[in-house]
């Protein structure tokens, strides 16, 4: 069974940056991977997804703003966000849309002036 860890978040001001990262611990080359998010109250959210080929899309919300990228060699797949604002504060947490897998720890984004 493949084990995701997530690591990167923080704390950061409104209009900042992070860089998240999701380490599989084998292979992931072959599928769609993909960043979440789950705020408190709210429901775990899909924001972004890349292909095996590296074809990507993006919820509304993060467009233009976030860029998801994956290295195959080291199975691991990151999530450059930009110009965060403080609707972003959540836990991020990456997986395998086609068919999750057991979901890591994550990684918490805190944007606070």
């Known amino acids: 069974q493949v084990q995701l860890v997530e690591s990167g978040g923080g704390l950061v001001q409104p209009g900042g940056s992070l860089r998240l990262s999701c380490v599989a611990s084998g292979s992931i080359s072959w599928y769609f991977m993909g960043w979440y998010r789950q705020a408190p109250g709210k429901e775990r959210e899909l924001v972004a997804r890349?292909?095996?080929?590296?074809?990507?899309n993006y919820a509304a919300s993060v467009k233009g703003r976030f860029t998801i990228s994956r290295d195959h060699a080291k199975n691991t797949v990151y999530l450059q966000m930009n110009n965060l604002k403080p609707e972003d504060t959540a836990v991020y947490y990456c997986?395998?849309?086609?068919?999750?897998?057991?979901w890591g720890q994550g990684t918490q984004v805190t944007v606070s002036s």
């Open positions: 997986n395998r849309p086609s068919s999750l897998i057991t």
């Open positions: 890349i292909s095996s080929g590296g074809l990507t």
